[in-house]
């Protein structure tokens, strides 16, 4: 048993200290490439048993959710009137003014569908695993997403499978803006597993209950670039607190994500690079 | 003993599977069921704390591999959880009813533990009142309800050794 566990800490120590290209990490690629078939194998005989369950817990909310939803359709579709007027404004000032601009989400940016193999392993690492790698164009560091809204951004990405940190993991960070008043913070893992909080928002900063959390990307006289385009959904405000003795407002988030019944994500492959700092 | 290595090495590659694809992806109270621990330590109830630990070892690289986190983070805690209840299976644990669901029990609580301080001592943010308190009693709950289904289809597949098989080692009187 000693040789184990001593062998267990040899393999720790290299790999916590080699780079994402290492032997060890070049081993682990190998072994999640031979097992990646049993997995995907395994989430398709599940599949049908999780959409059943996911149908009639549907149902269970359906009723009240409708009507919540038809009146949320219908203010709605008044503000994407009033939207498409002002994009079309938008673009014709942009070509007026010449103006050169980063990539923009979504027009500048390809996804690579995948499908999800891996689920959070533990409280500890909100972290999932998908089918998809360097070989169709996934590279470290590049934003993931679902049609609900922000996933997280790849870890690590091997030749047929990679790792997607997401955002409720406690090391994420995300920087963002309230899509209403353009109050920014920092979004960030809340007291419990999969809860957020957006902090270091000024006191004076008008947030409400309610309103839509967006990323804020790159903000301007920053020297270090966000990892997220701009205008990718995140959450709704759920509650808003400050008092006296704390610094920034308490804002909670419910993202639009559920990160829990991930079946498939996007990974974002940019077409454009970002204009460099002079 | 190699019949047995490979019919262990199946199941726990079947187990590492399903914890990964589909156990994984339950949430009741923020828990979820560990097939793959509770499959472990029924084979080294019933094998003892040497092939146990060598069993933990391998079920810890295959969750490693599987989930591309830290290699032999799960193998250390894994290899060290069969072996203590090998060596229970082979002691005070021999041939009691209550010994898998003691083990399970027992080994979930000290494995949330281990994780927790070996996260921290590798610098990972890690809320111990989440572990400890909000999702440890329902993964307990969770595995316990594992427990026999899985350890009467591990009994089958690796049939108790006779005494005359077991370790010489440690021998009860009376």
Redesign the interface.
Known sequence: MGVLVLLSLTLITIYFRESASGSLHGVQSTGATVLRPFEIGAERIARPFRDVYGYFAGLVHAKSENAKLRTEVDALRQQSIQNSTARQENEALRRQLRYVDGPRFPADYTPINARVMGRPPSEFEQQIVISTGTANGVVAHAPVVTSDGLVGQVSLAYGRVAQVTLITDANSAVAATDLRSGASGVLRHGQGVGSLILDFVPKESVVKPGDIIVTAGSPSGSKLPSLYPRGIQIGRVSSVNQNDTELYKQVQVEPFVAFGSLDAVAVLESSRTSPGLP | MIADALKAGVVL?LAA??Q???M??I?VV?AAPNLLLVTLLSVALLRG??FG??C??YA??????????????T??LL??GA?WIGRYGETTGRDRFHAPYVSVGVVTVLYAIG??AL?FT?G????A???LV??LLPSVVFNLLLTAPVYVLVRRLLRPLDRGDRSTEVSLLG
Not at chain 2, 65 to 70: F, H, I, K, R
Not at chain 2, 124 to 127: F, G, N, P, R, Y
């Open positions: 590659l599977v399903i990964v694809s589909i994984s992806s949430d923020g704390p040497i630990a060598a933990g070892f810890g690289l295959l969750l490693d591999t599987a989930d591309l986190a830290t290699l032999g983070f193998s250390l290899t060290v072996y994780a927790l996260h590798l990972d943010q890690a809320s009142r989440v572990v909000d999702g």
